[in-house]
């Protein structure tokens, strides 16, 4: 339903920051929440943040006062600005999207990945 570009990973320092960028499209349907999930190697995928439409915000506990979620509705994009970057961070990056149709039904859609890696 919705096409979701993810952008921004890449190699940094422990205690650098990175911005990843999530830009959505091709949605006929409202996205009423967006989210970043992550998953290390050999782990479960596991959520990282998340944002509604209307600016309620959730936050893993091992991300909260690091990582912040926002989101431009009008561009469709929800970035996260993750600042003091540990090495246990280290993840494949993935955006997720919600939409709502007329009739009720809940697609959910995700973003091809984007790799984050720090370095101690």
């Known amino acids: 339903q919705v096409q979701l570009a993810e952008s921004g990973g890449g190699l940094v320092l422990a205690g650098g920051s990175l911005r990843l960028s999530c830009a959505a499209s091709g949605s006929r349907f409202s996205i009423n929440y967006m989210a970043w999930y992550r998953q290390a190697l050999g782990k479960q995928r596991e959520l990282v943040a998340a944002?509604?439409?209307?600016?309620?915000?959730n936050y893993a506990d091992s991300v909260k006062a690091r990582f912040t979620i926002s989101r431009d509705n009008a561009k469709n994009t929800v970035y996260l600005q993750m600042n003091n970057l540990k090495p246990e961070d280290t993840a494949v990056y993935y955006c997720?999207?919600?939409?709502?149709?007329?009739?009720?039904?809940?697609?959910?859609?995700w973003g091809q990945g984007t790799q984050v890696t720090v370095s101690s």
């Open positions: 997720n999207a919600h939409t709502l149709s007329a009739t009720g039904t809940l697609y959910s859609d």
């Open positions: 944002i509604t439409s209307g600016g309620n915000t």
